[in-house]
């Protein structure tokens, strides 16, 4: 999907596996290289749950059936690969991934029904709120407790904290950046090789 691109950090490509398999794969030493120019990147690896404002060790992605890697050609906005999960959608709010993150984080009024907090106001306030919106401002109304539900809870990282262990909790979808400056897909007539670690062509793309 789209390696048409000009601009890096809109360029990428999609590696699925097939949902028939009944195996997983390790991408460690895979690459994507171009038939025709010999261009190629490396598949980083990732990070397997984002951590905001502290350092995320990454490791070699493993895919399972039917999961699937968005390589970007560019750097990362938030500067690191990751797996999407039901909170990475805060990630939207700031910065512009392409393809955009899916917003499947929980609502704000979802939230709110799991609190101790019992207000019209914080409840009314609670459903105005976008999904995976991060409020920058609390309005002056709101009671110290709504208050702290808002800036607590309401933002990525507590998201995280109350969902990181439901089912469902991570995406199918791992969003790679290879960091390079310059776009690396030809517009037509390009054929992408995906090789794995031992340089064998595992699956071949013509447009």
Not at 21 to 48: D, F, H, N, Q
Not at 98 to 103: G, K
Not at 105 to 134: G, L, M, W
Request: glycine share 6%; net charge negative; proline share 4%.
């Amino acid at each position: 999907s789209d390696p048409t691109k000009d601009d890096p950090s809109k360029e990428y490509v999609n590696i699925r596996m097939s949902p028939l398999t009944t195996e997983s794969v390790s991408l460690a030493g895979w690459s994507v290289v171009s038939k025709e120019t010999g261009k190629g990147v490396r598949i980083p690896e990732g990070t397997a749950l984002p951590k905001a404002g502290r350092v995320n060790v990454s490791s070699s992605v493993t895919l399972s059936s039917g999961e699937e890697i968005i390589l970007a050609t560019g750097s990362s906005p938030i500067g690191i690969s990751f797996r999407e999960n039901m909170c990475t959608g805060y990630f939207e709010q700031h910065q512009d991934f392409s393809p955009s993150l899916s917003l499947s984080c929980p609502s704000a009024y979802s939230e709110y029904t799991r609190t101790n907090i019992d207000e019209s106001d914080c409840e009314y306030f609670s459903r105005t709120v976008s999904q995976c919106n991060a409020v920058r401002r609390v309005p002056d109304d709101l009671s110290s407790s709504c208050e702290a539900f808002v800036e607590e809870v309401l933002t990525y990282e507590g998201c995280v904290e109350r969902h990181q262990n439901d089912a469902g909790f991570y995406s199918s979808t791992w969003r790679l950046f290879a960091g390079e400056r310059k776009e690396l897909w030809r517009d037509t007539r390009e054929t992408l090789l995906l090789l794995d670690g031992e340089g064998r062509v595992v699956d071949a793309f013509s447009y």
